[in-house]
T-cell receptor
Framework: GAVVSQHPSRVICKSGTSVKIECRSLDFQATTMFWYRQFPKKSLMLMATSNEGSKATYEQGVEKDKFLINHASLTLSTLTVTSAHPEDSSFYIC?????????????FGPGTRLTVT | TQLLEQSPQFLSIQEGENLTVYCNSSSVFSSLQWYRQEPGEGPVLLVTVVTGGEVKKLKRLTFQFGDARKDSSLHITAAQPGDTGLYLCADSSYKLIFGSGTRLLVRP
């Protein structure tokens, strides 16, 4: 149980275009999902918290108009990278949160490799 | 802002050796989680520790949480090539704050 999928797994796009990445919790409902960015050989950096039915909460330094997040249902959150530039190339990972006792457990998707040419 | 430092940053060892990696926080953990991530995949949760001084074992992996709940260690006994990956500690409250990570390479 607690499986999270992402689509697409890899995407190449041209500068100036927009790309949408989907994150789905397959066998549970998640009121909260998270989006992370990871540079090569580095740790995960939290970009934003996605709450079902409300606006996303962005971490400091993350442009909300560039990284649009929509959490339309309890099983789906989307991240749209708008007007992509080569510096947006990265590994984007989502997670969905489950509360267990006093702590939360996050289940991660397999990630999406974005390359902007 | 909480800072989580992991050491070493990179570790390359021979199969069969033992190793320990460390995670230190600038503030007390809400609860601490350890993850392992393989290249091109998302992190996978290994363990959650909550109580200071807690020790948990997962096969050849031993996790220890410091008494003051500001540090933790992960010890691997008789490392295998399948242990290769990025090990991440994280402070787990409502959201996760990840440490800087330790990349482990176990050579056959």
């Amino acid at each position: 149980g607690a499986v999270v999928s992402q689509h697409p797994s890899r995407v190449i796009c041209k500068s100036g275009t927009s790309v949408k990445i989907e994150c789905r919790s397959l066998d549970f409902q998640a009121t909260t999902m998270f989006w992370y960015r990871q540079f090569p050989k580095k740790s995960l950096m939290l970009m934003a918290t996605s709450n079902e039915g409300s606006k996303a909460t962005y971490e400091q330094g993350v442009e909300k108009d560039k990284f649009l997040i929509n959490h339309a249902s309890l099983t789906l959150s989307t991240l749209t990278v708008t007007s992509a530039h080569p510096e947006d190339s990265s590994f984007y990972i989502c997670s969905a949160s489950l509360r267990r006792g006093f702590s939360y457990e996050q289940y991660f998707g397999p990630g999406t490799r974005l390359t902007v040419t | 802002t909480q800072l989580l430092e992991q050491s070493p940053q990179f570790l390359s060892i021979q199969e069969g050796e033992n190793l320990t990696v460390y995670c230190n926080s600038s503030s007390v953990f809400s609860s601490l989680q350890w993850y392992r991530q393989e290249p091109g995949e998302g992190p996978v949760l290994l363990v959650t520790v909550v109580t200071g001084g807690e020790v948990k074992k997962l096969k050849r992996l031993t996790f220890q949480f410091g008494d003051a709940r500001k540090d933790s260690s992960l010890h691997i006994t008789a490392a295998q090539p399948g242990d290769t990956g990025l090990y991440l500690c994280a402070d787990s409250s409502y959201k996760l704050i990840f440490g800087s990570g330790t990349r482990l390479l176990v050579r056959p």
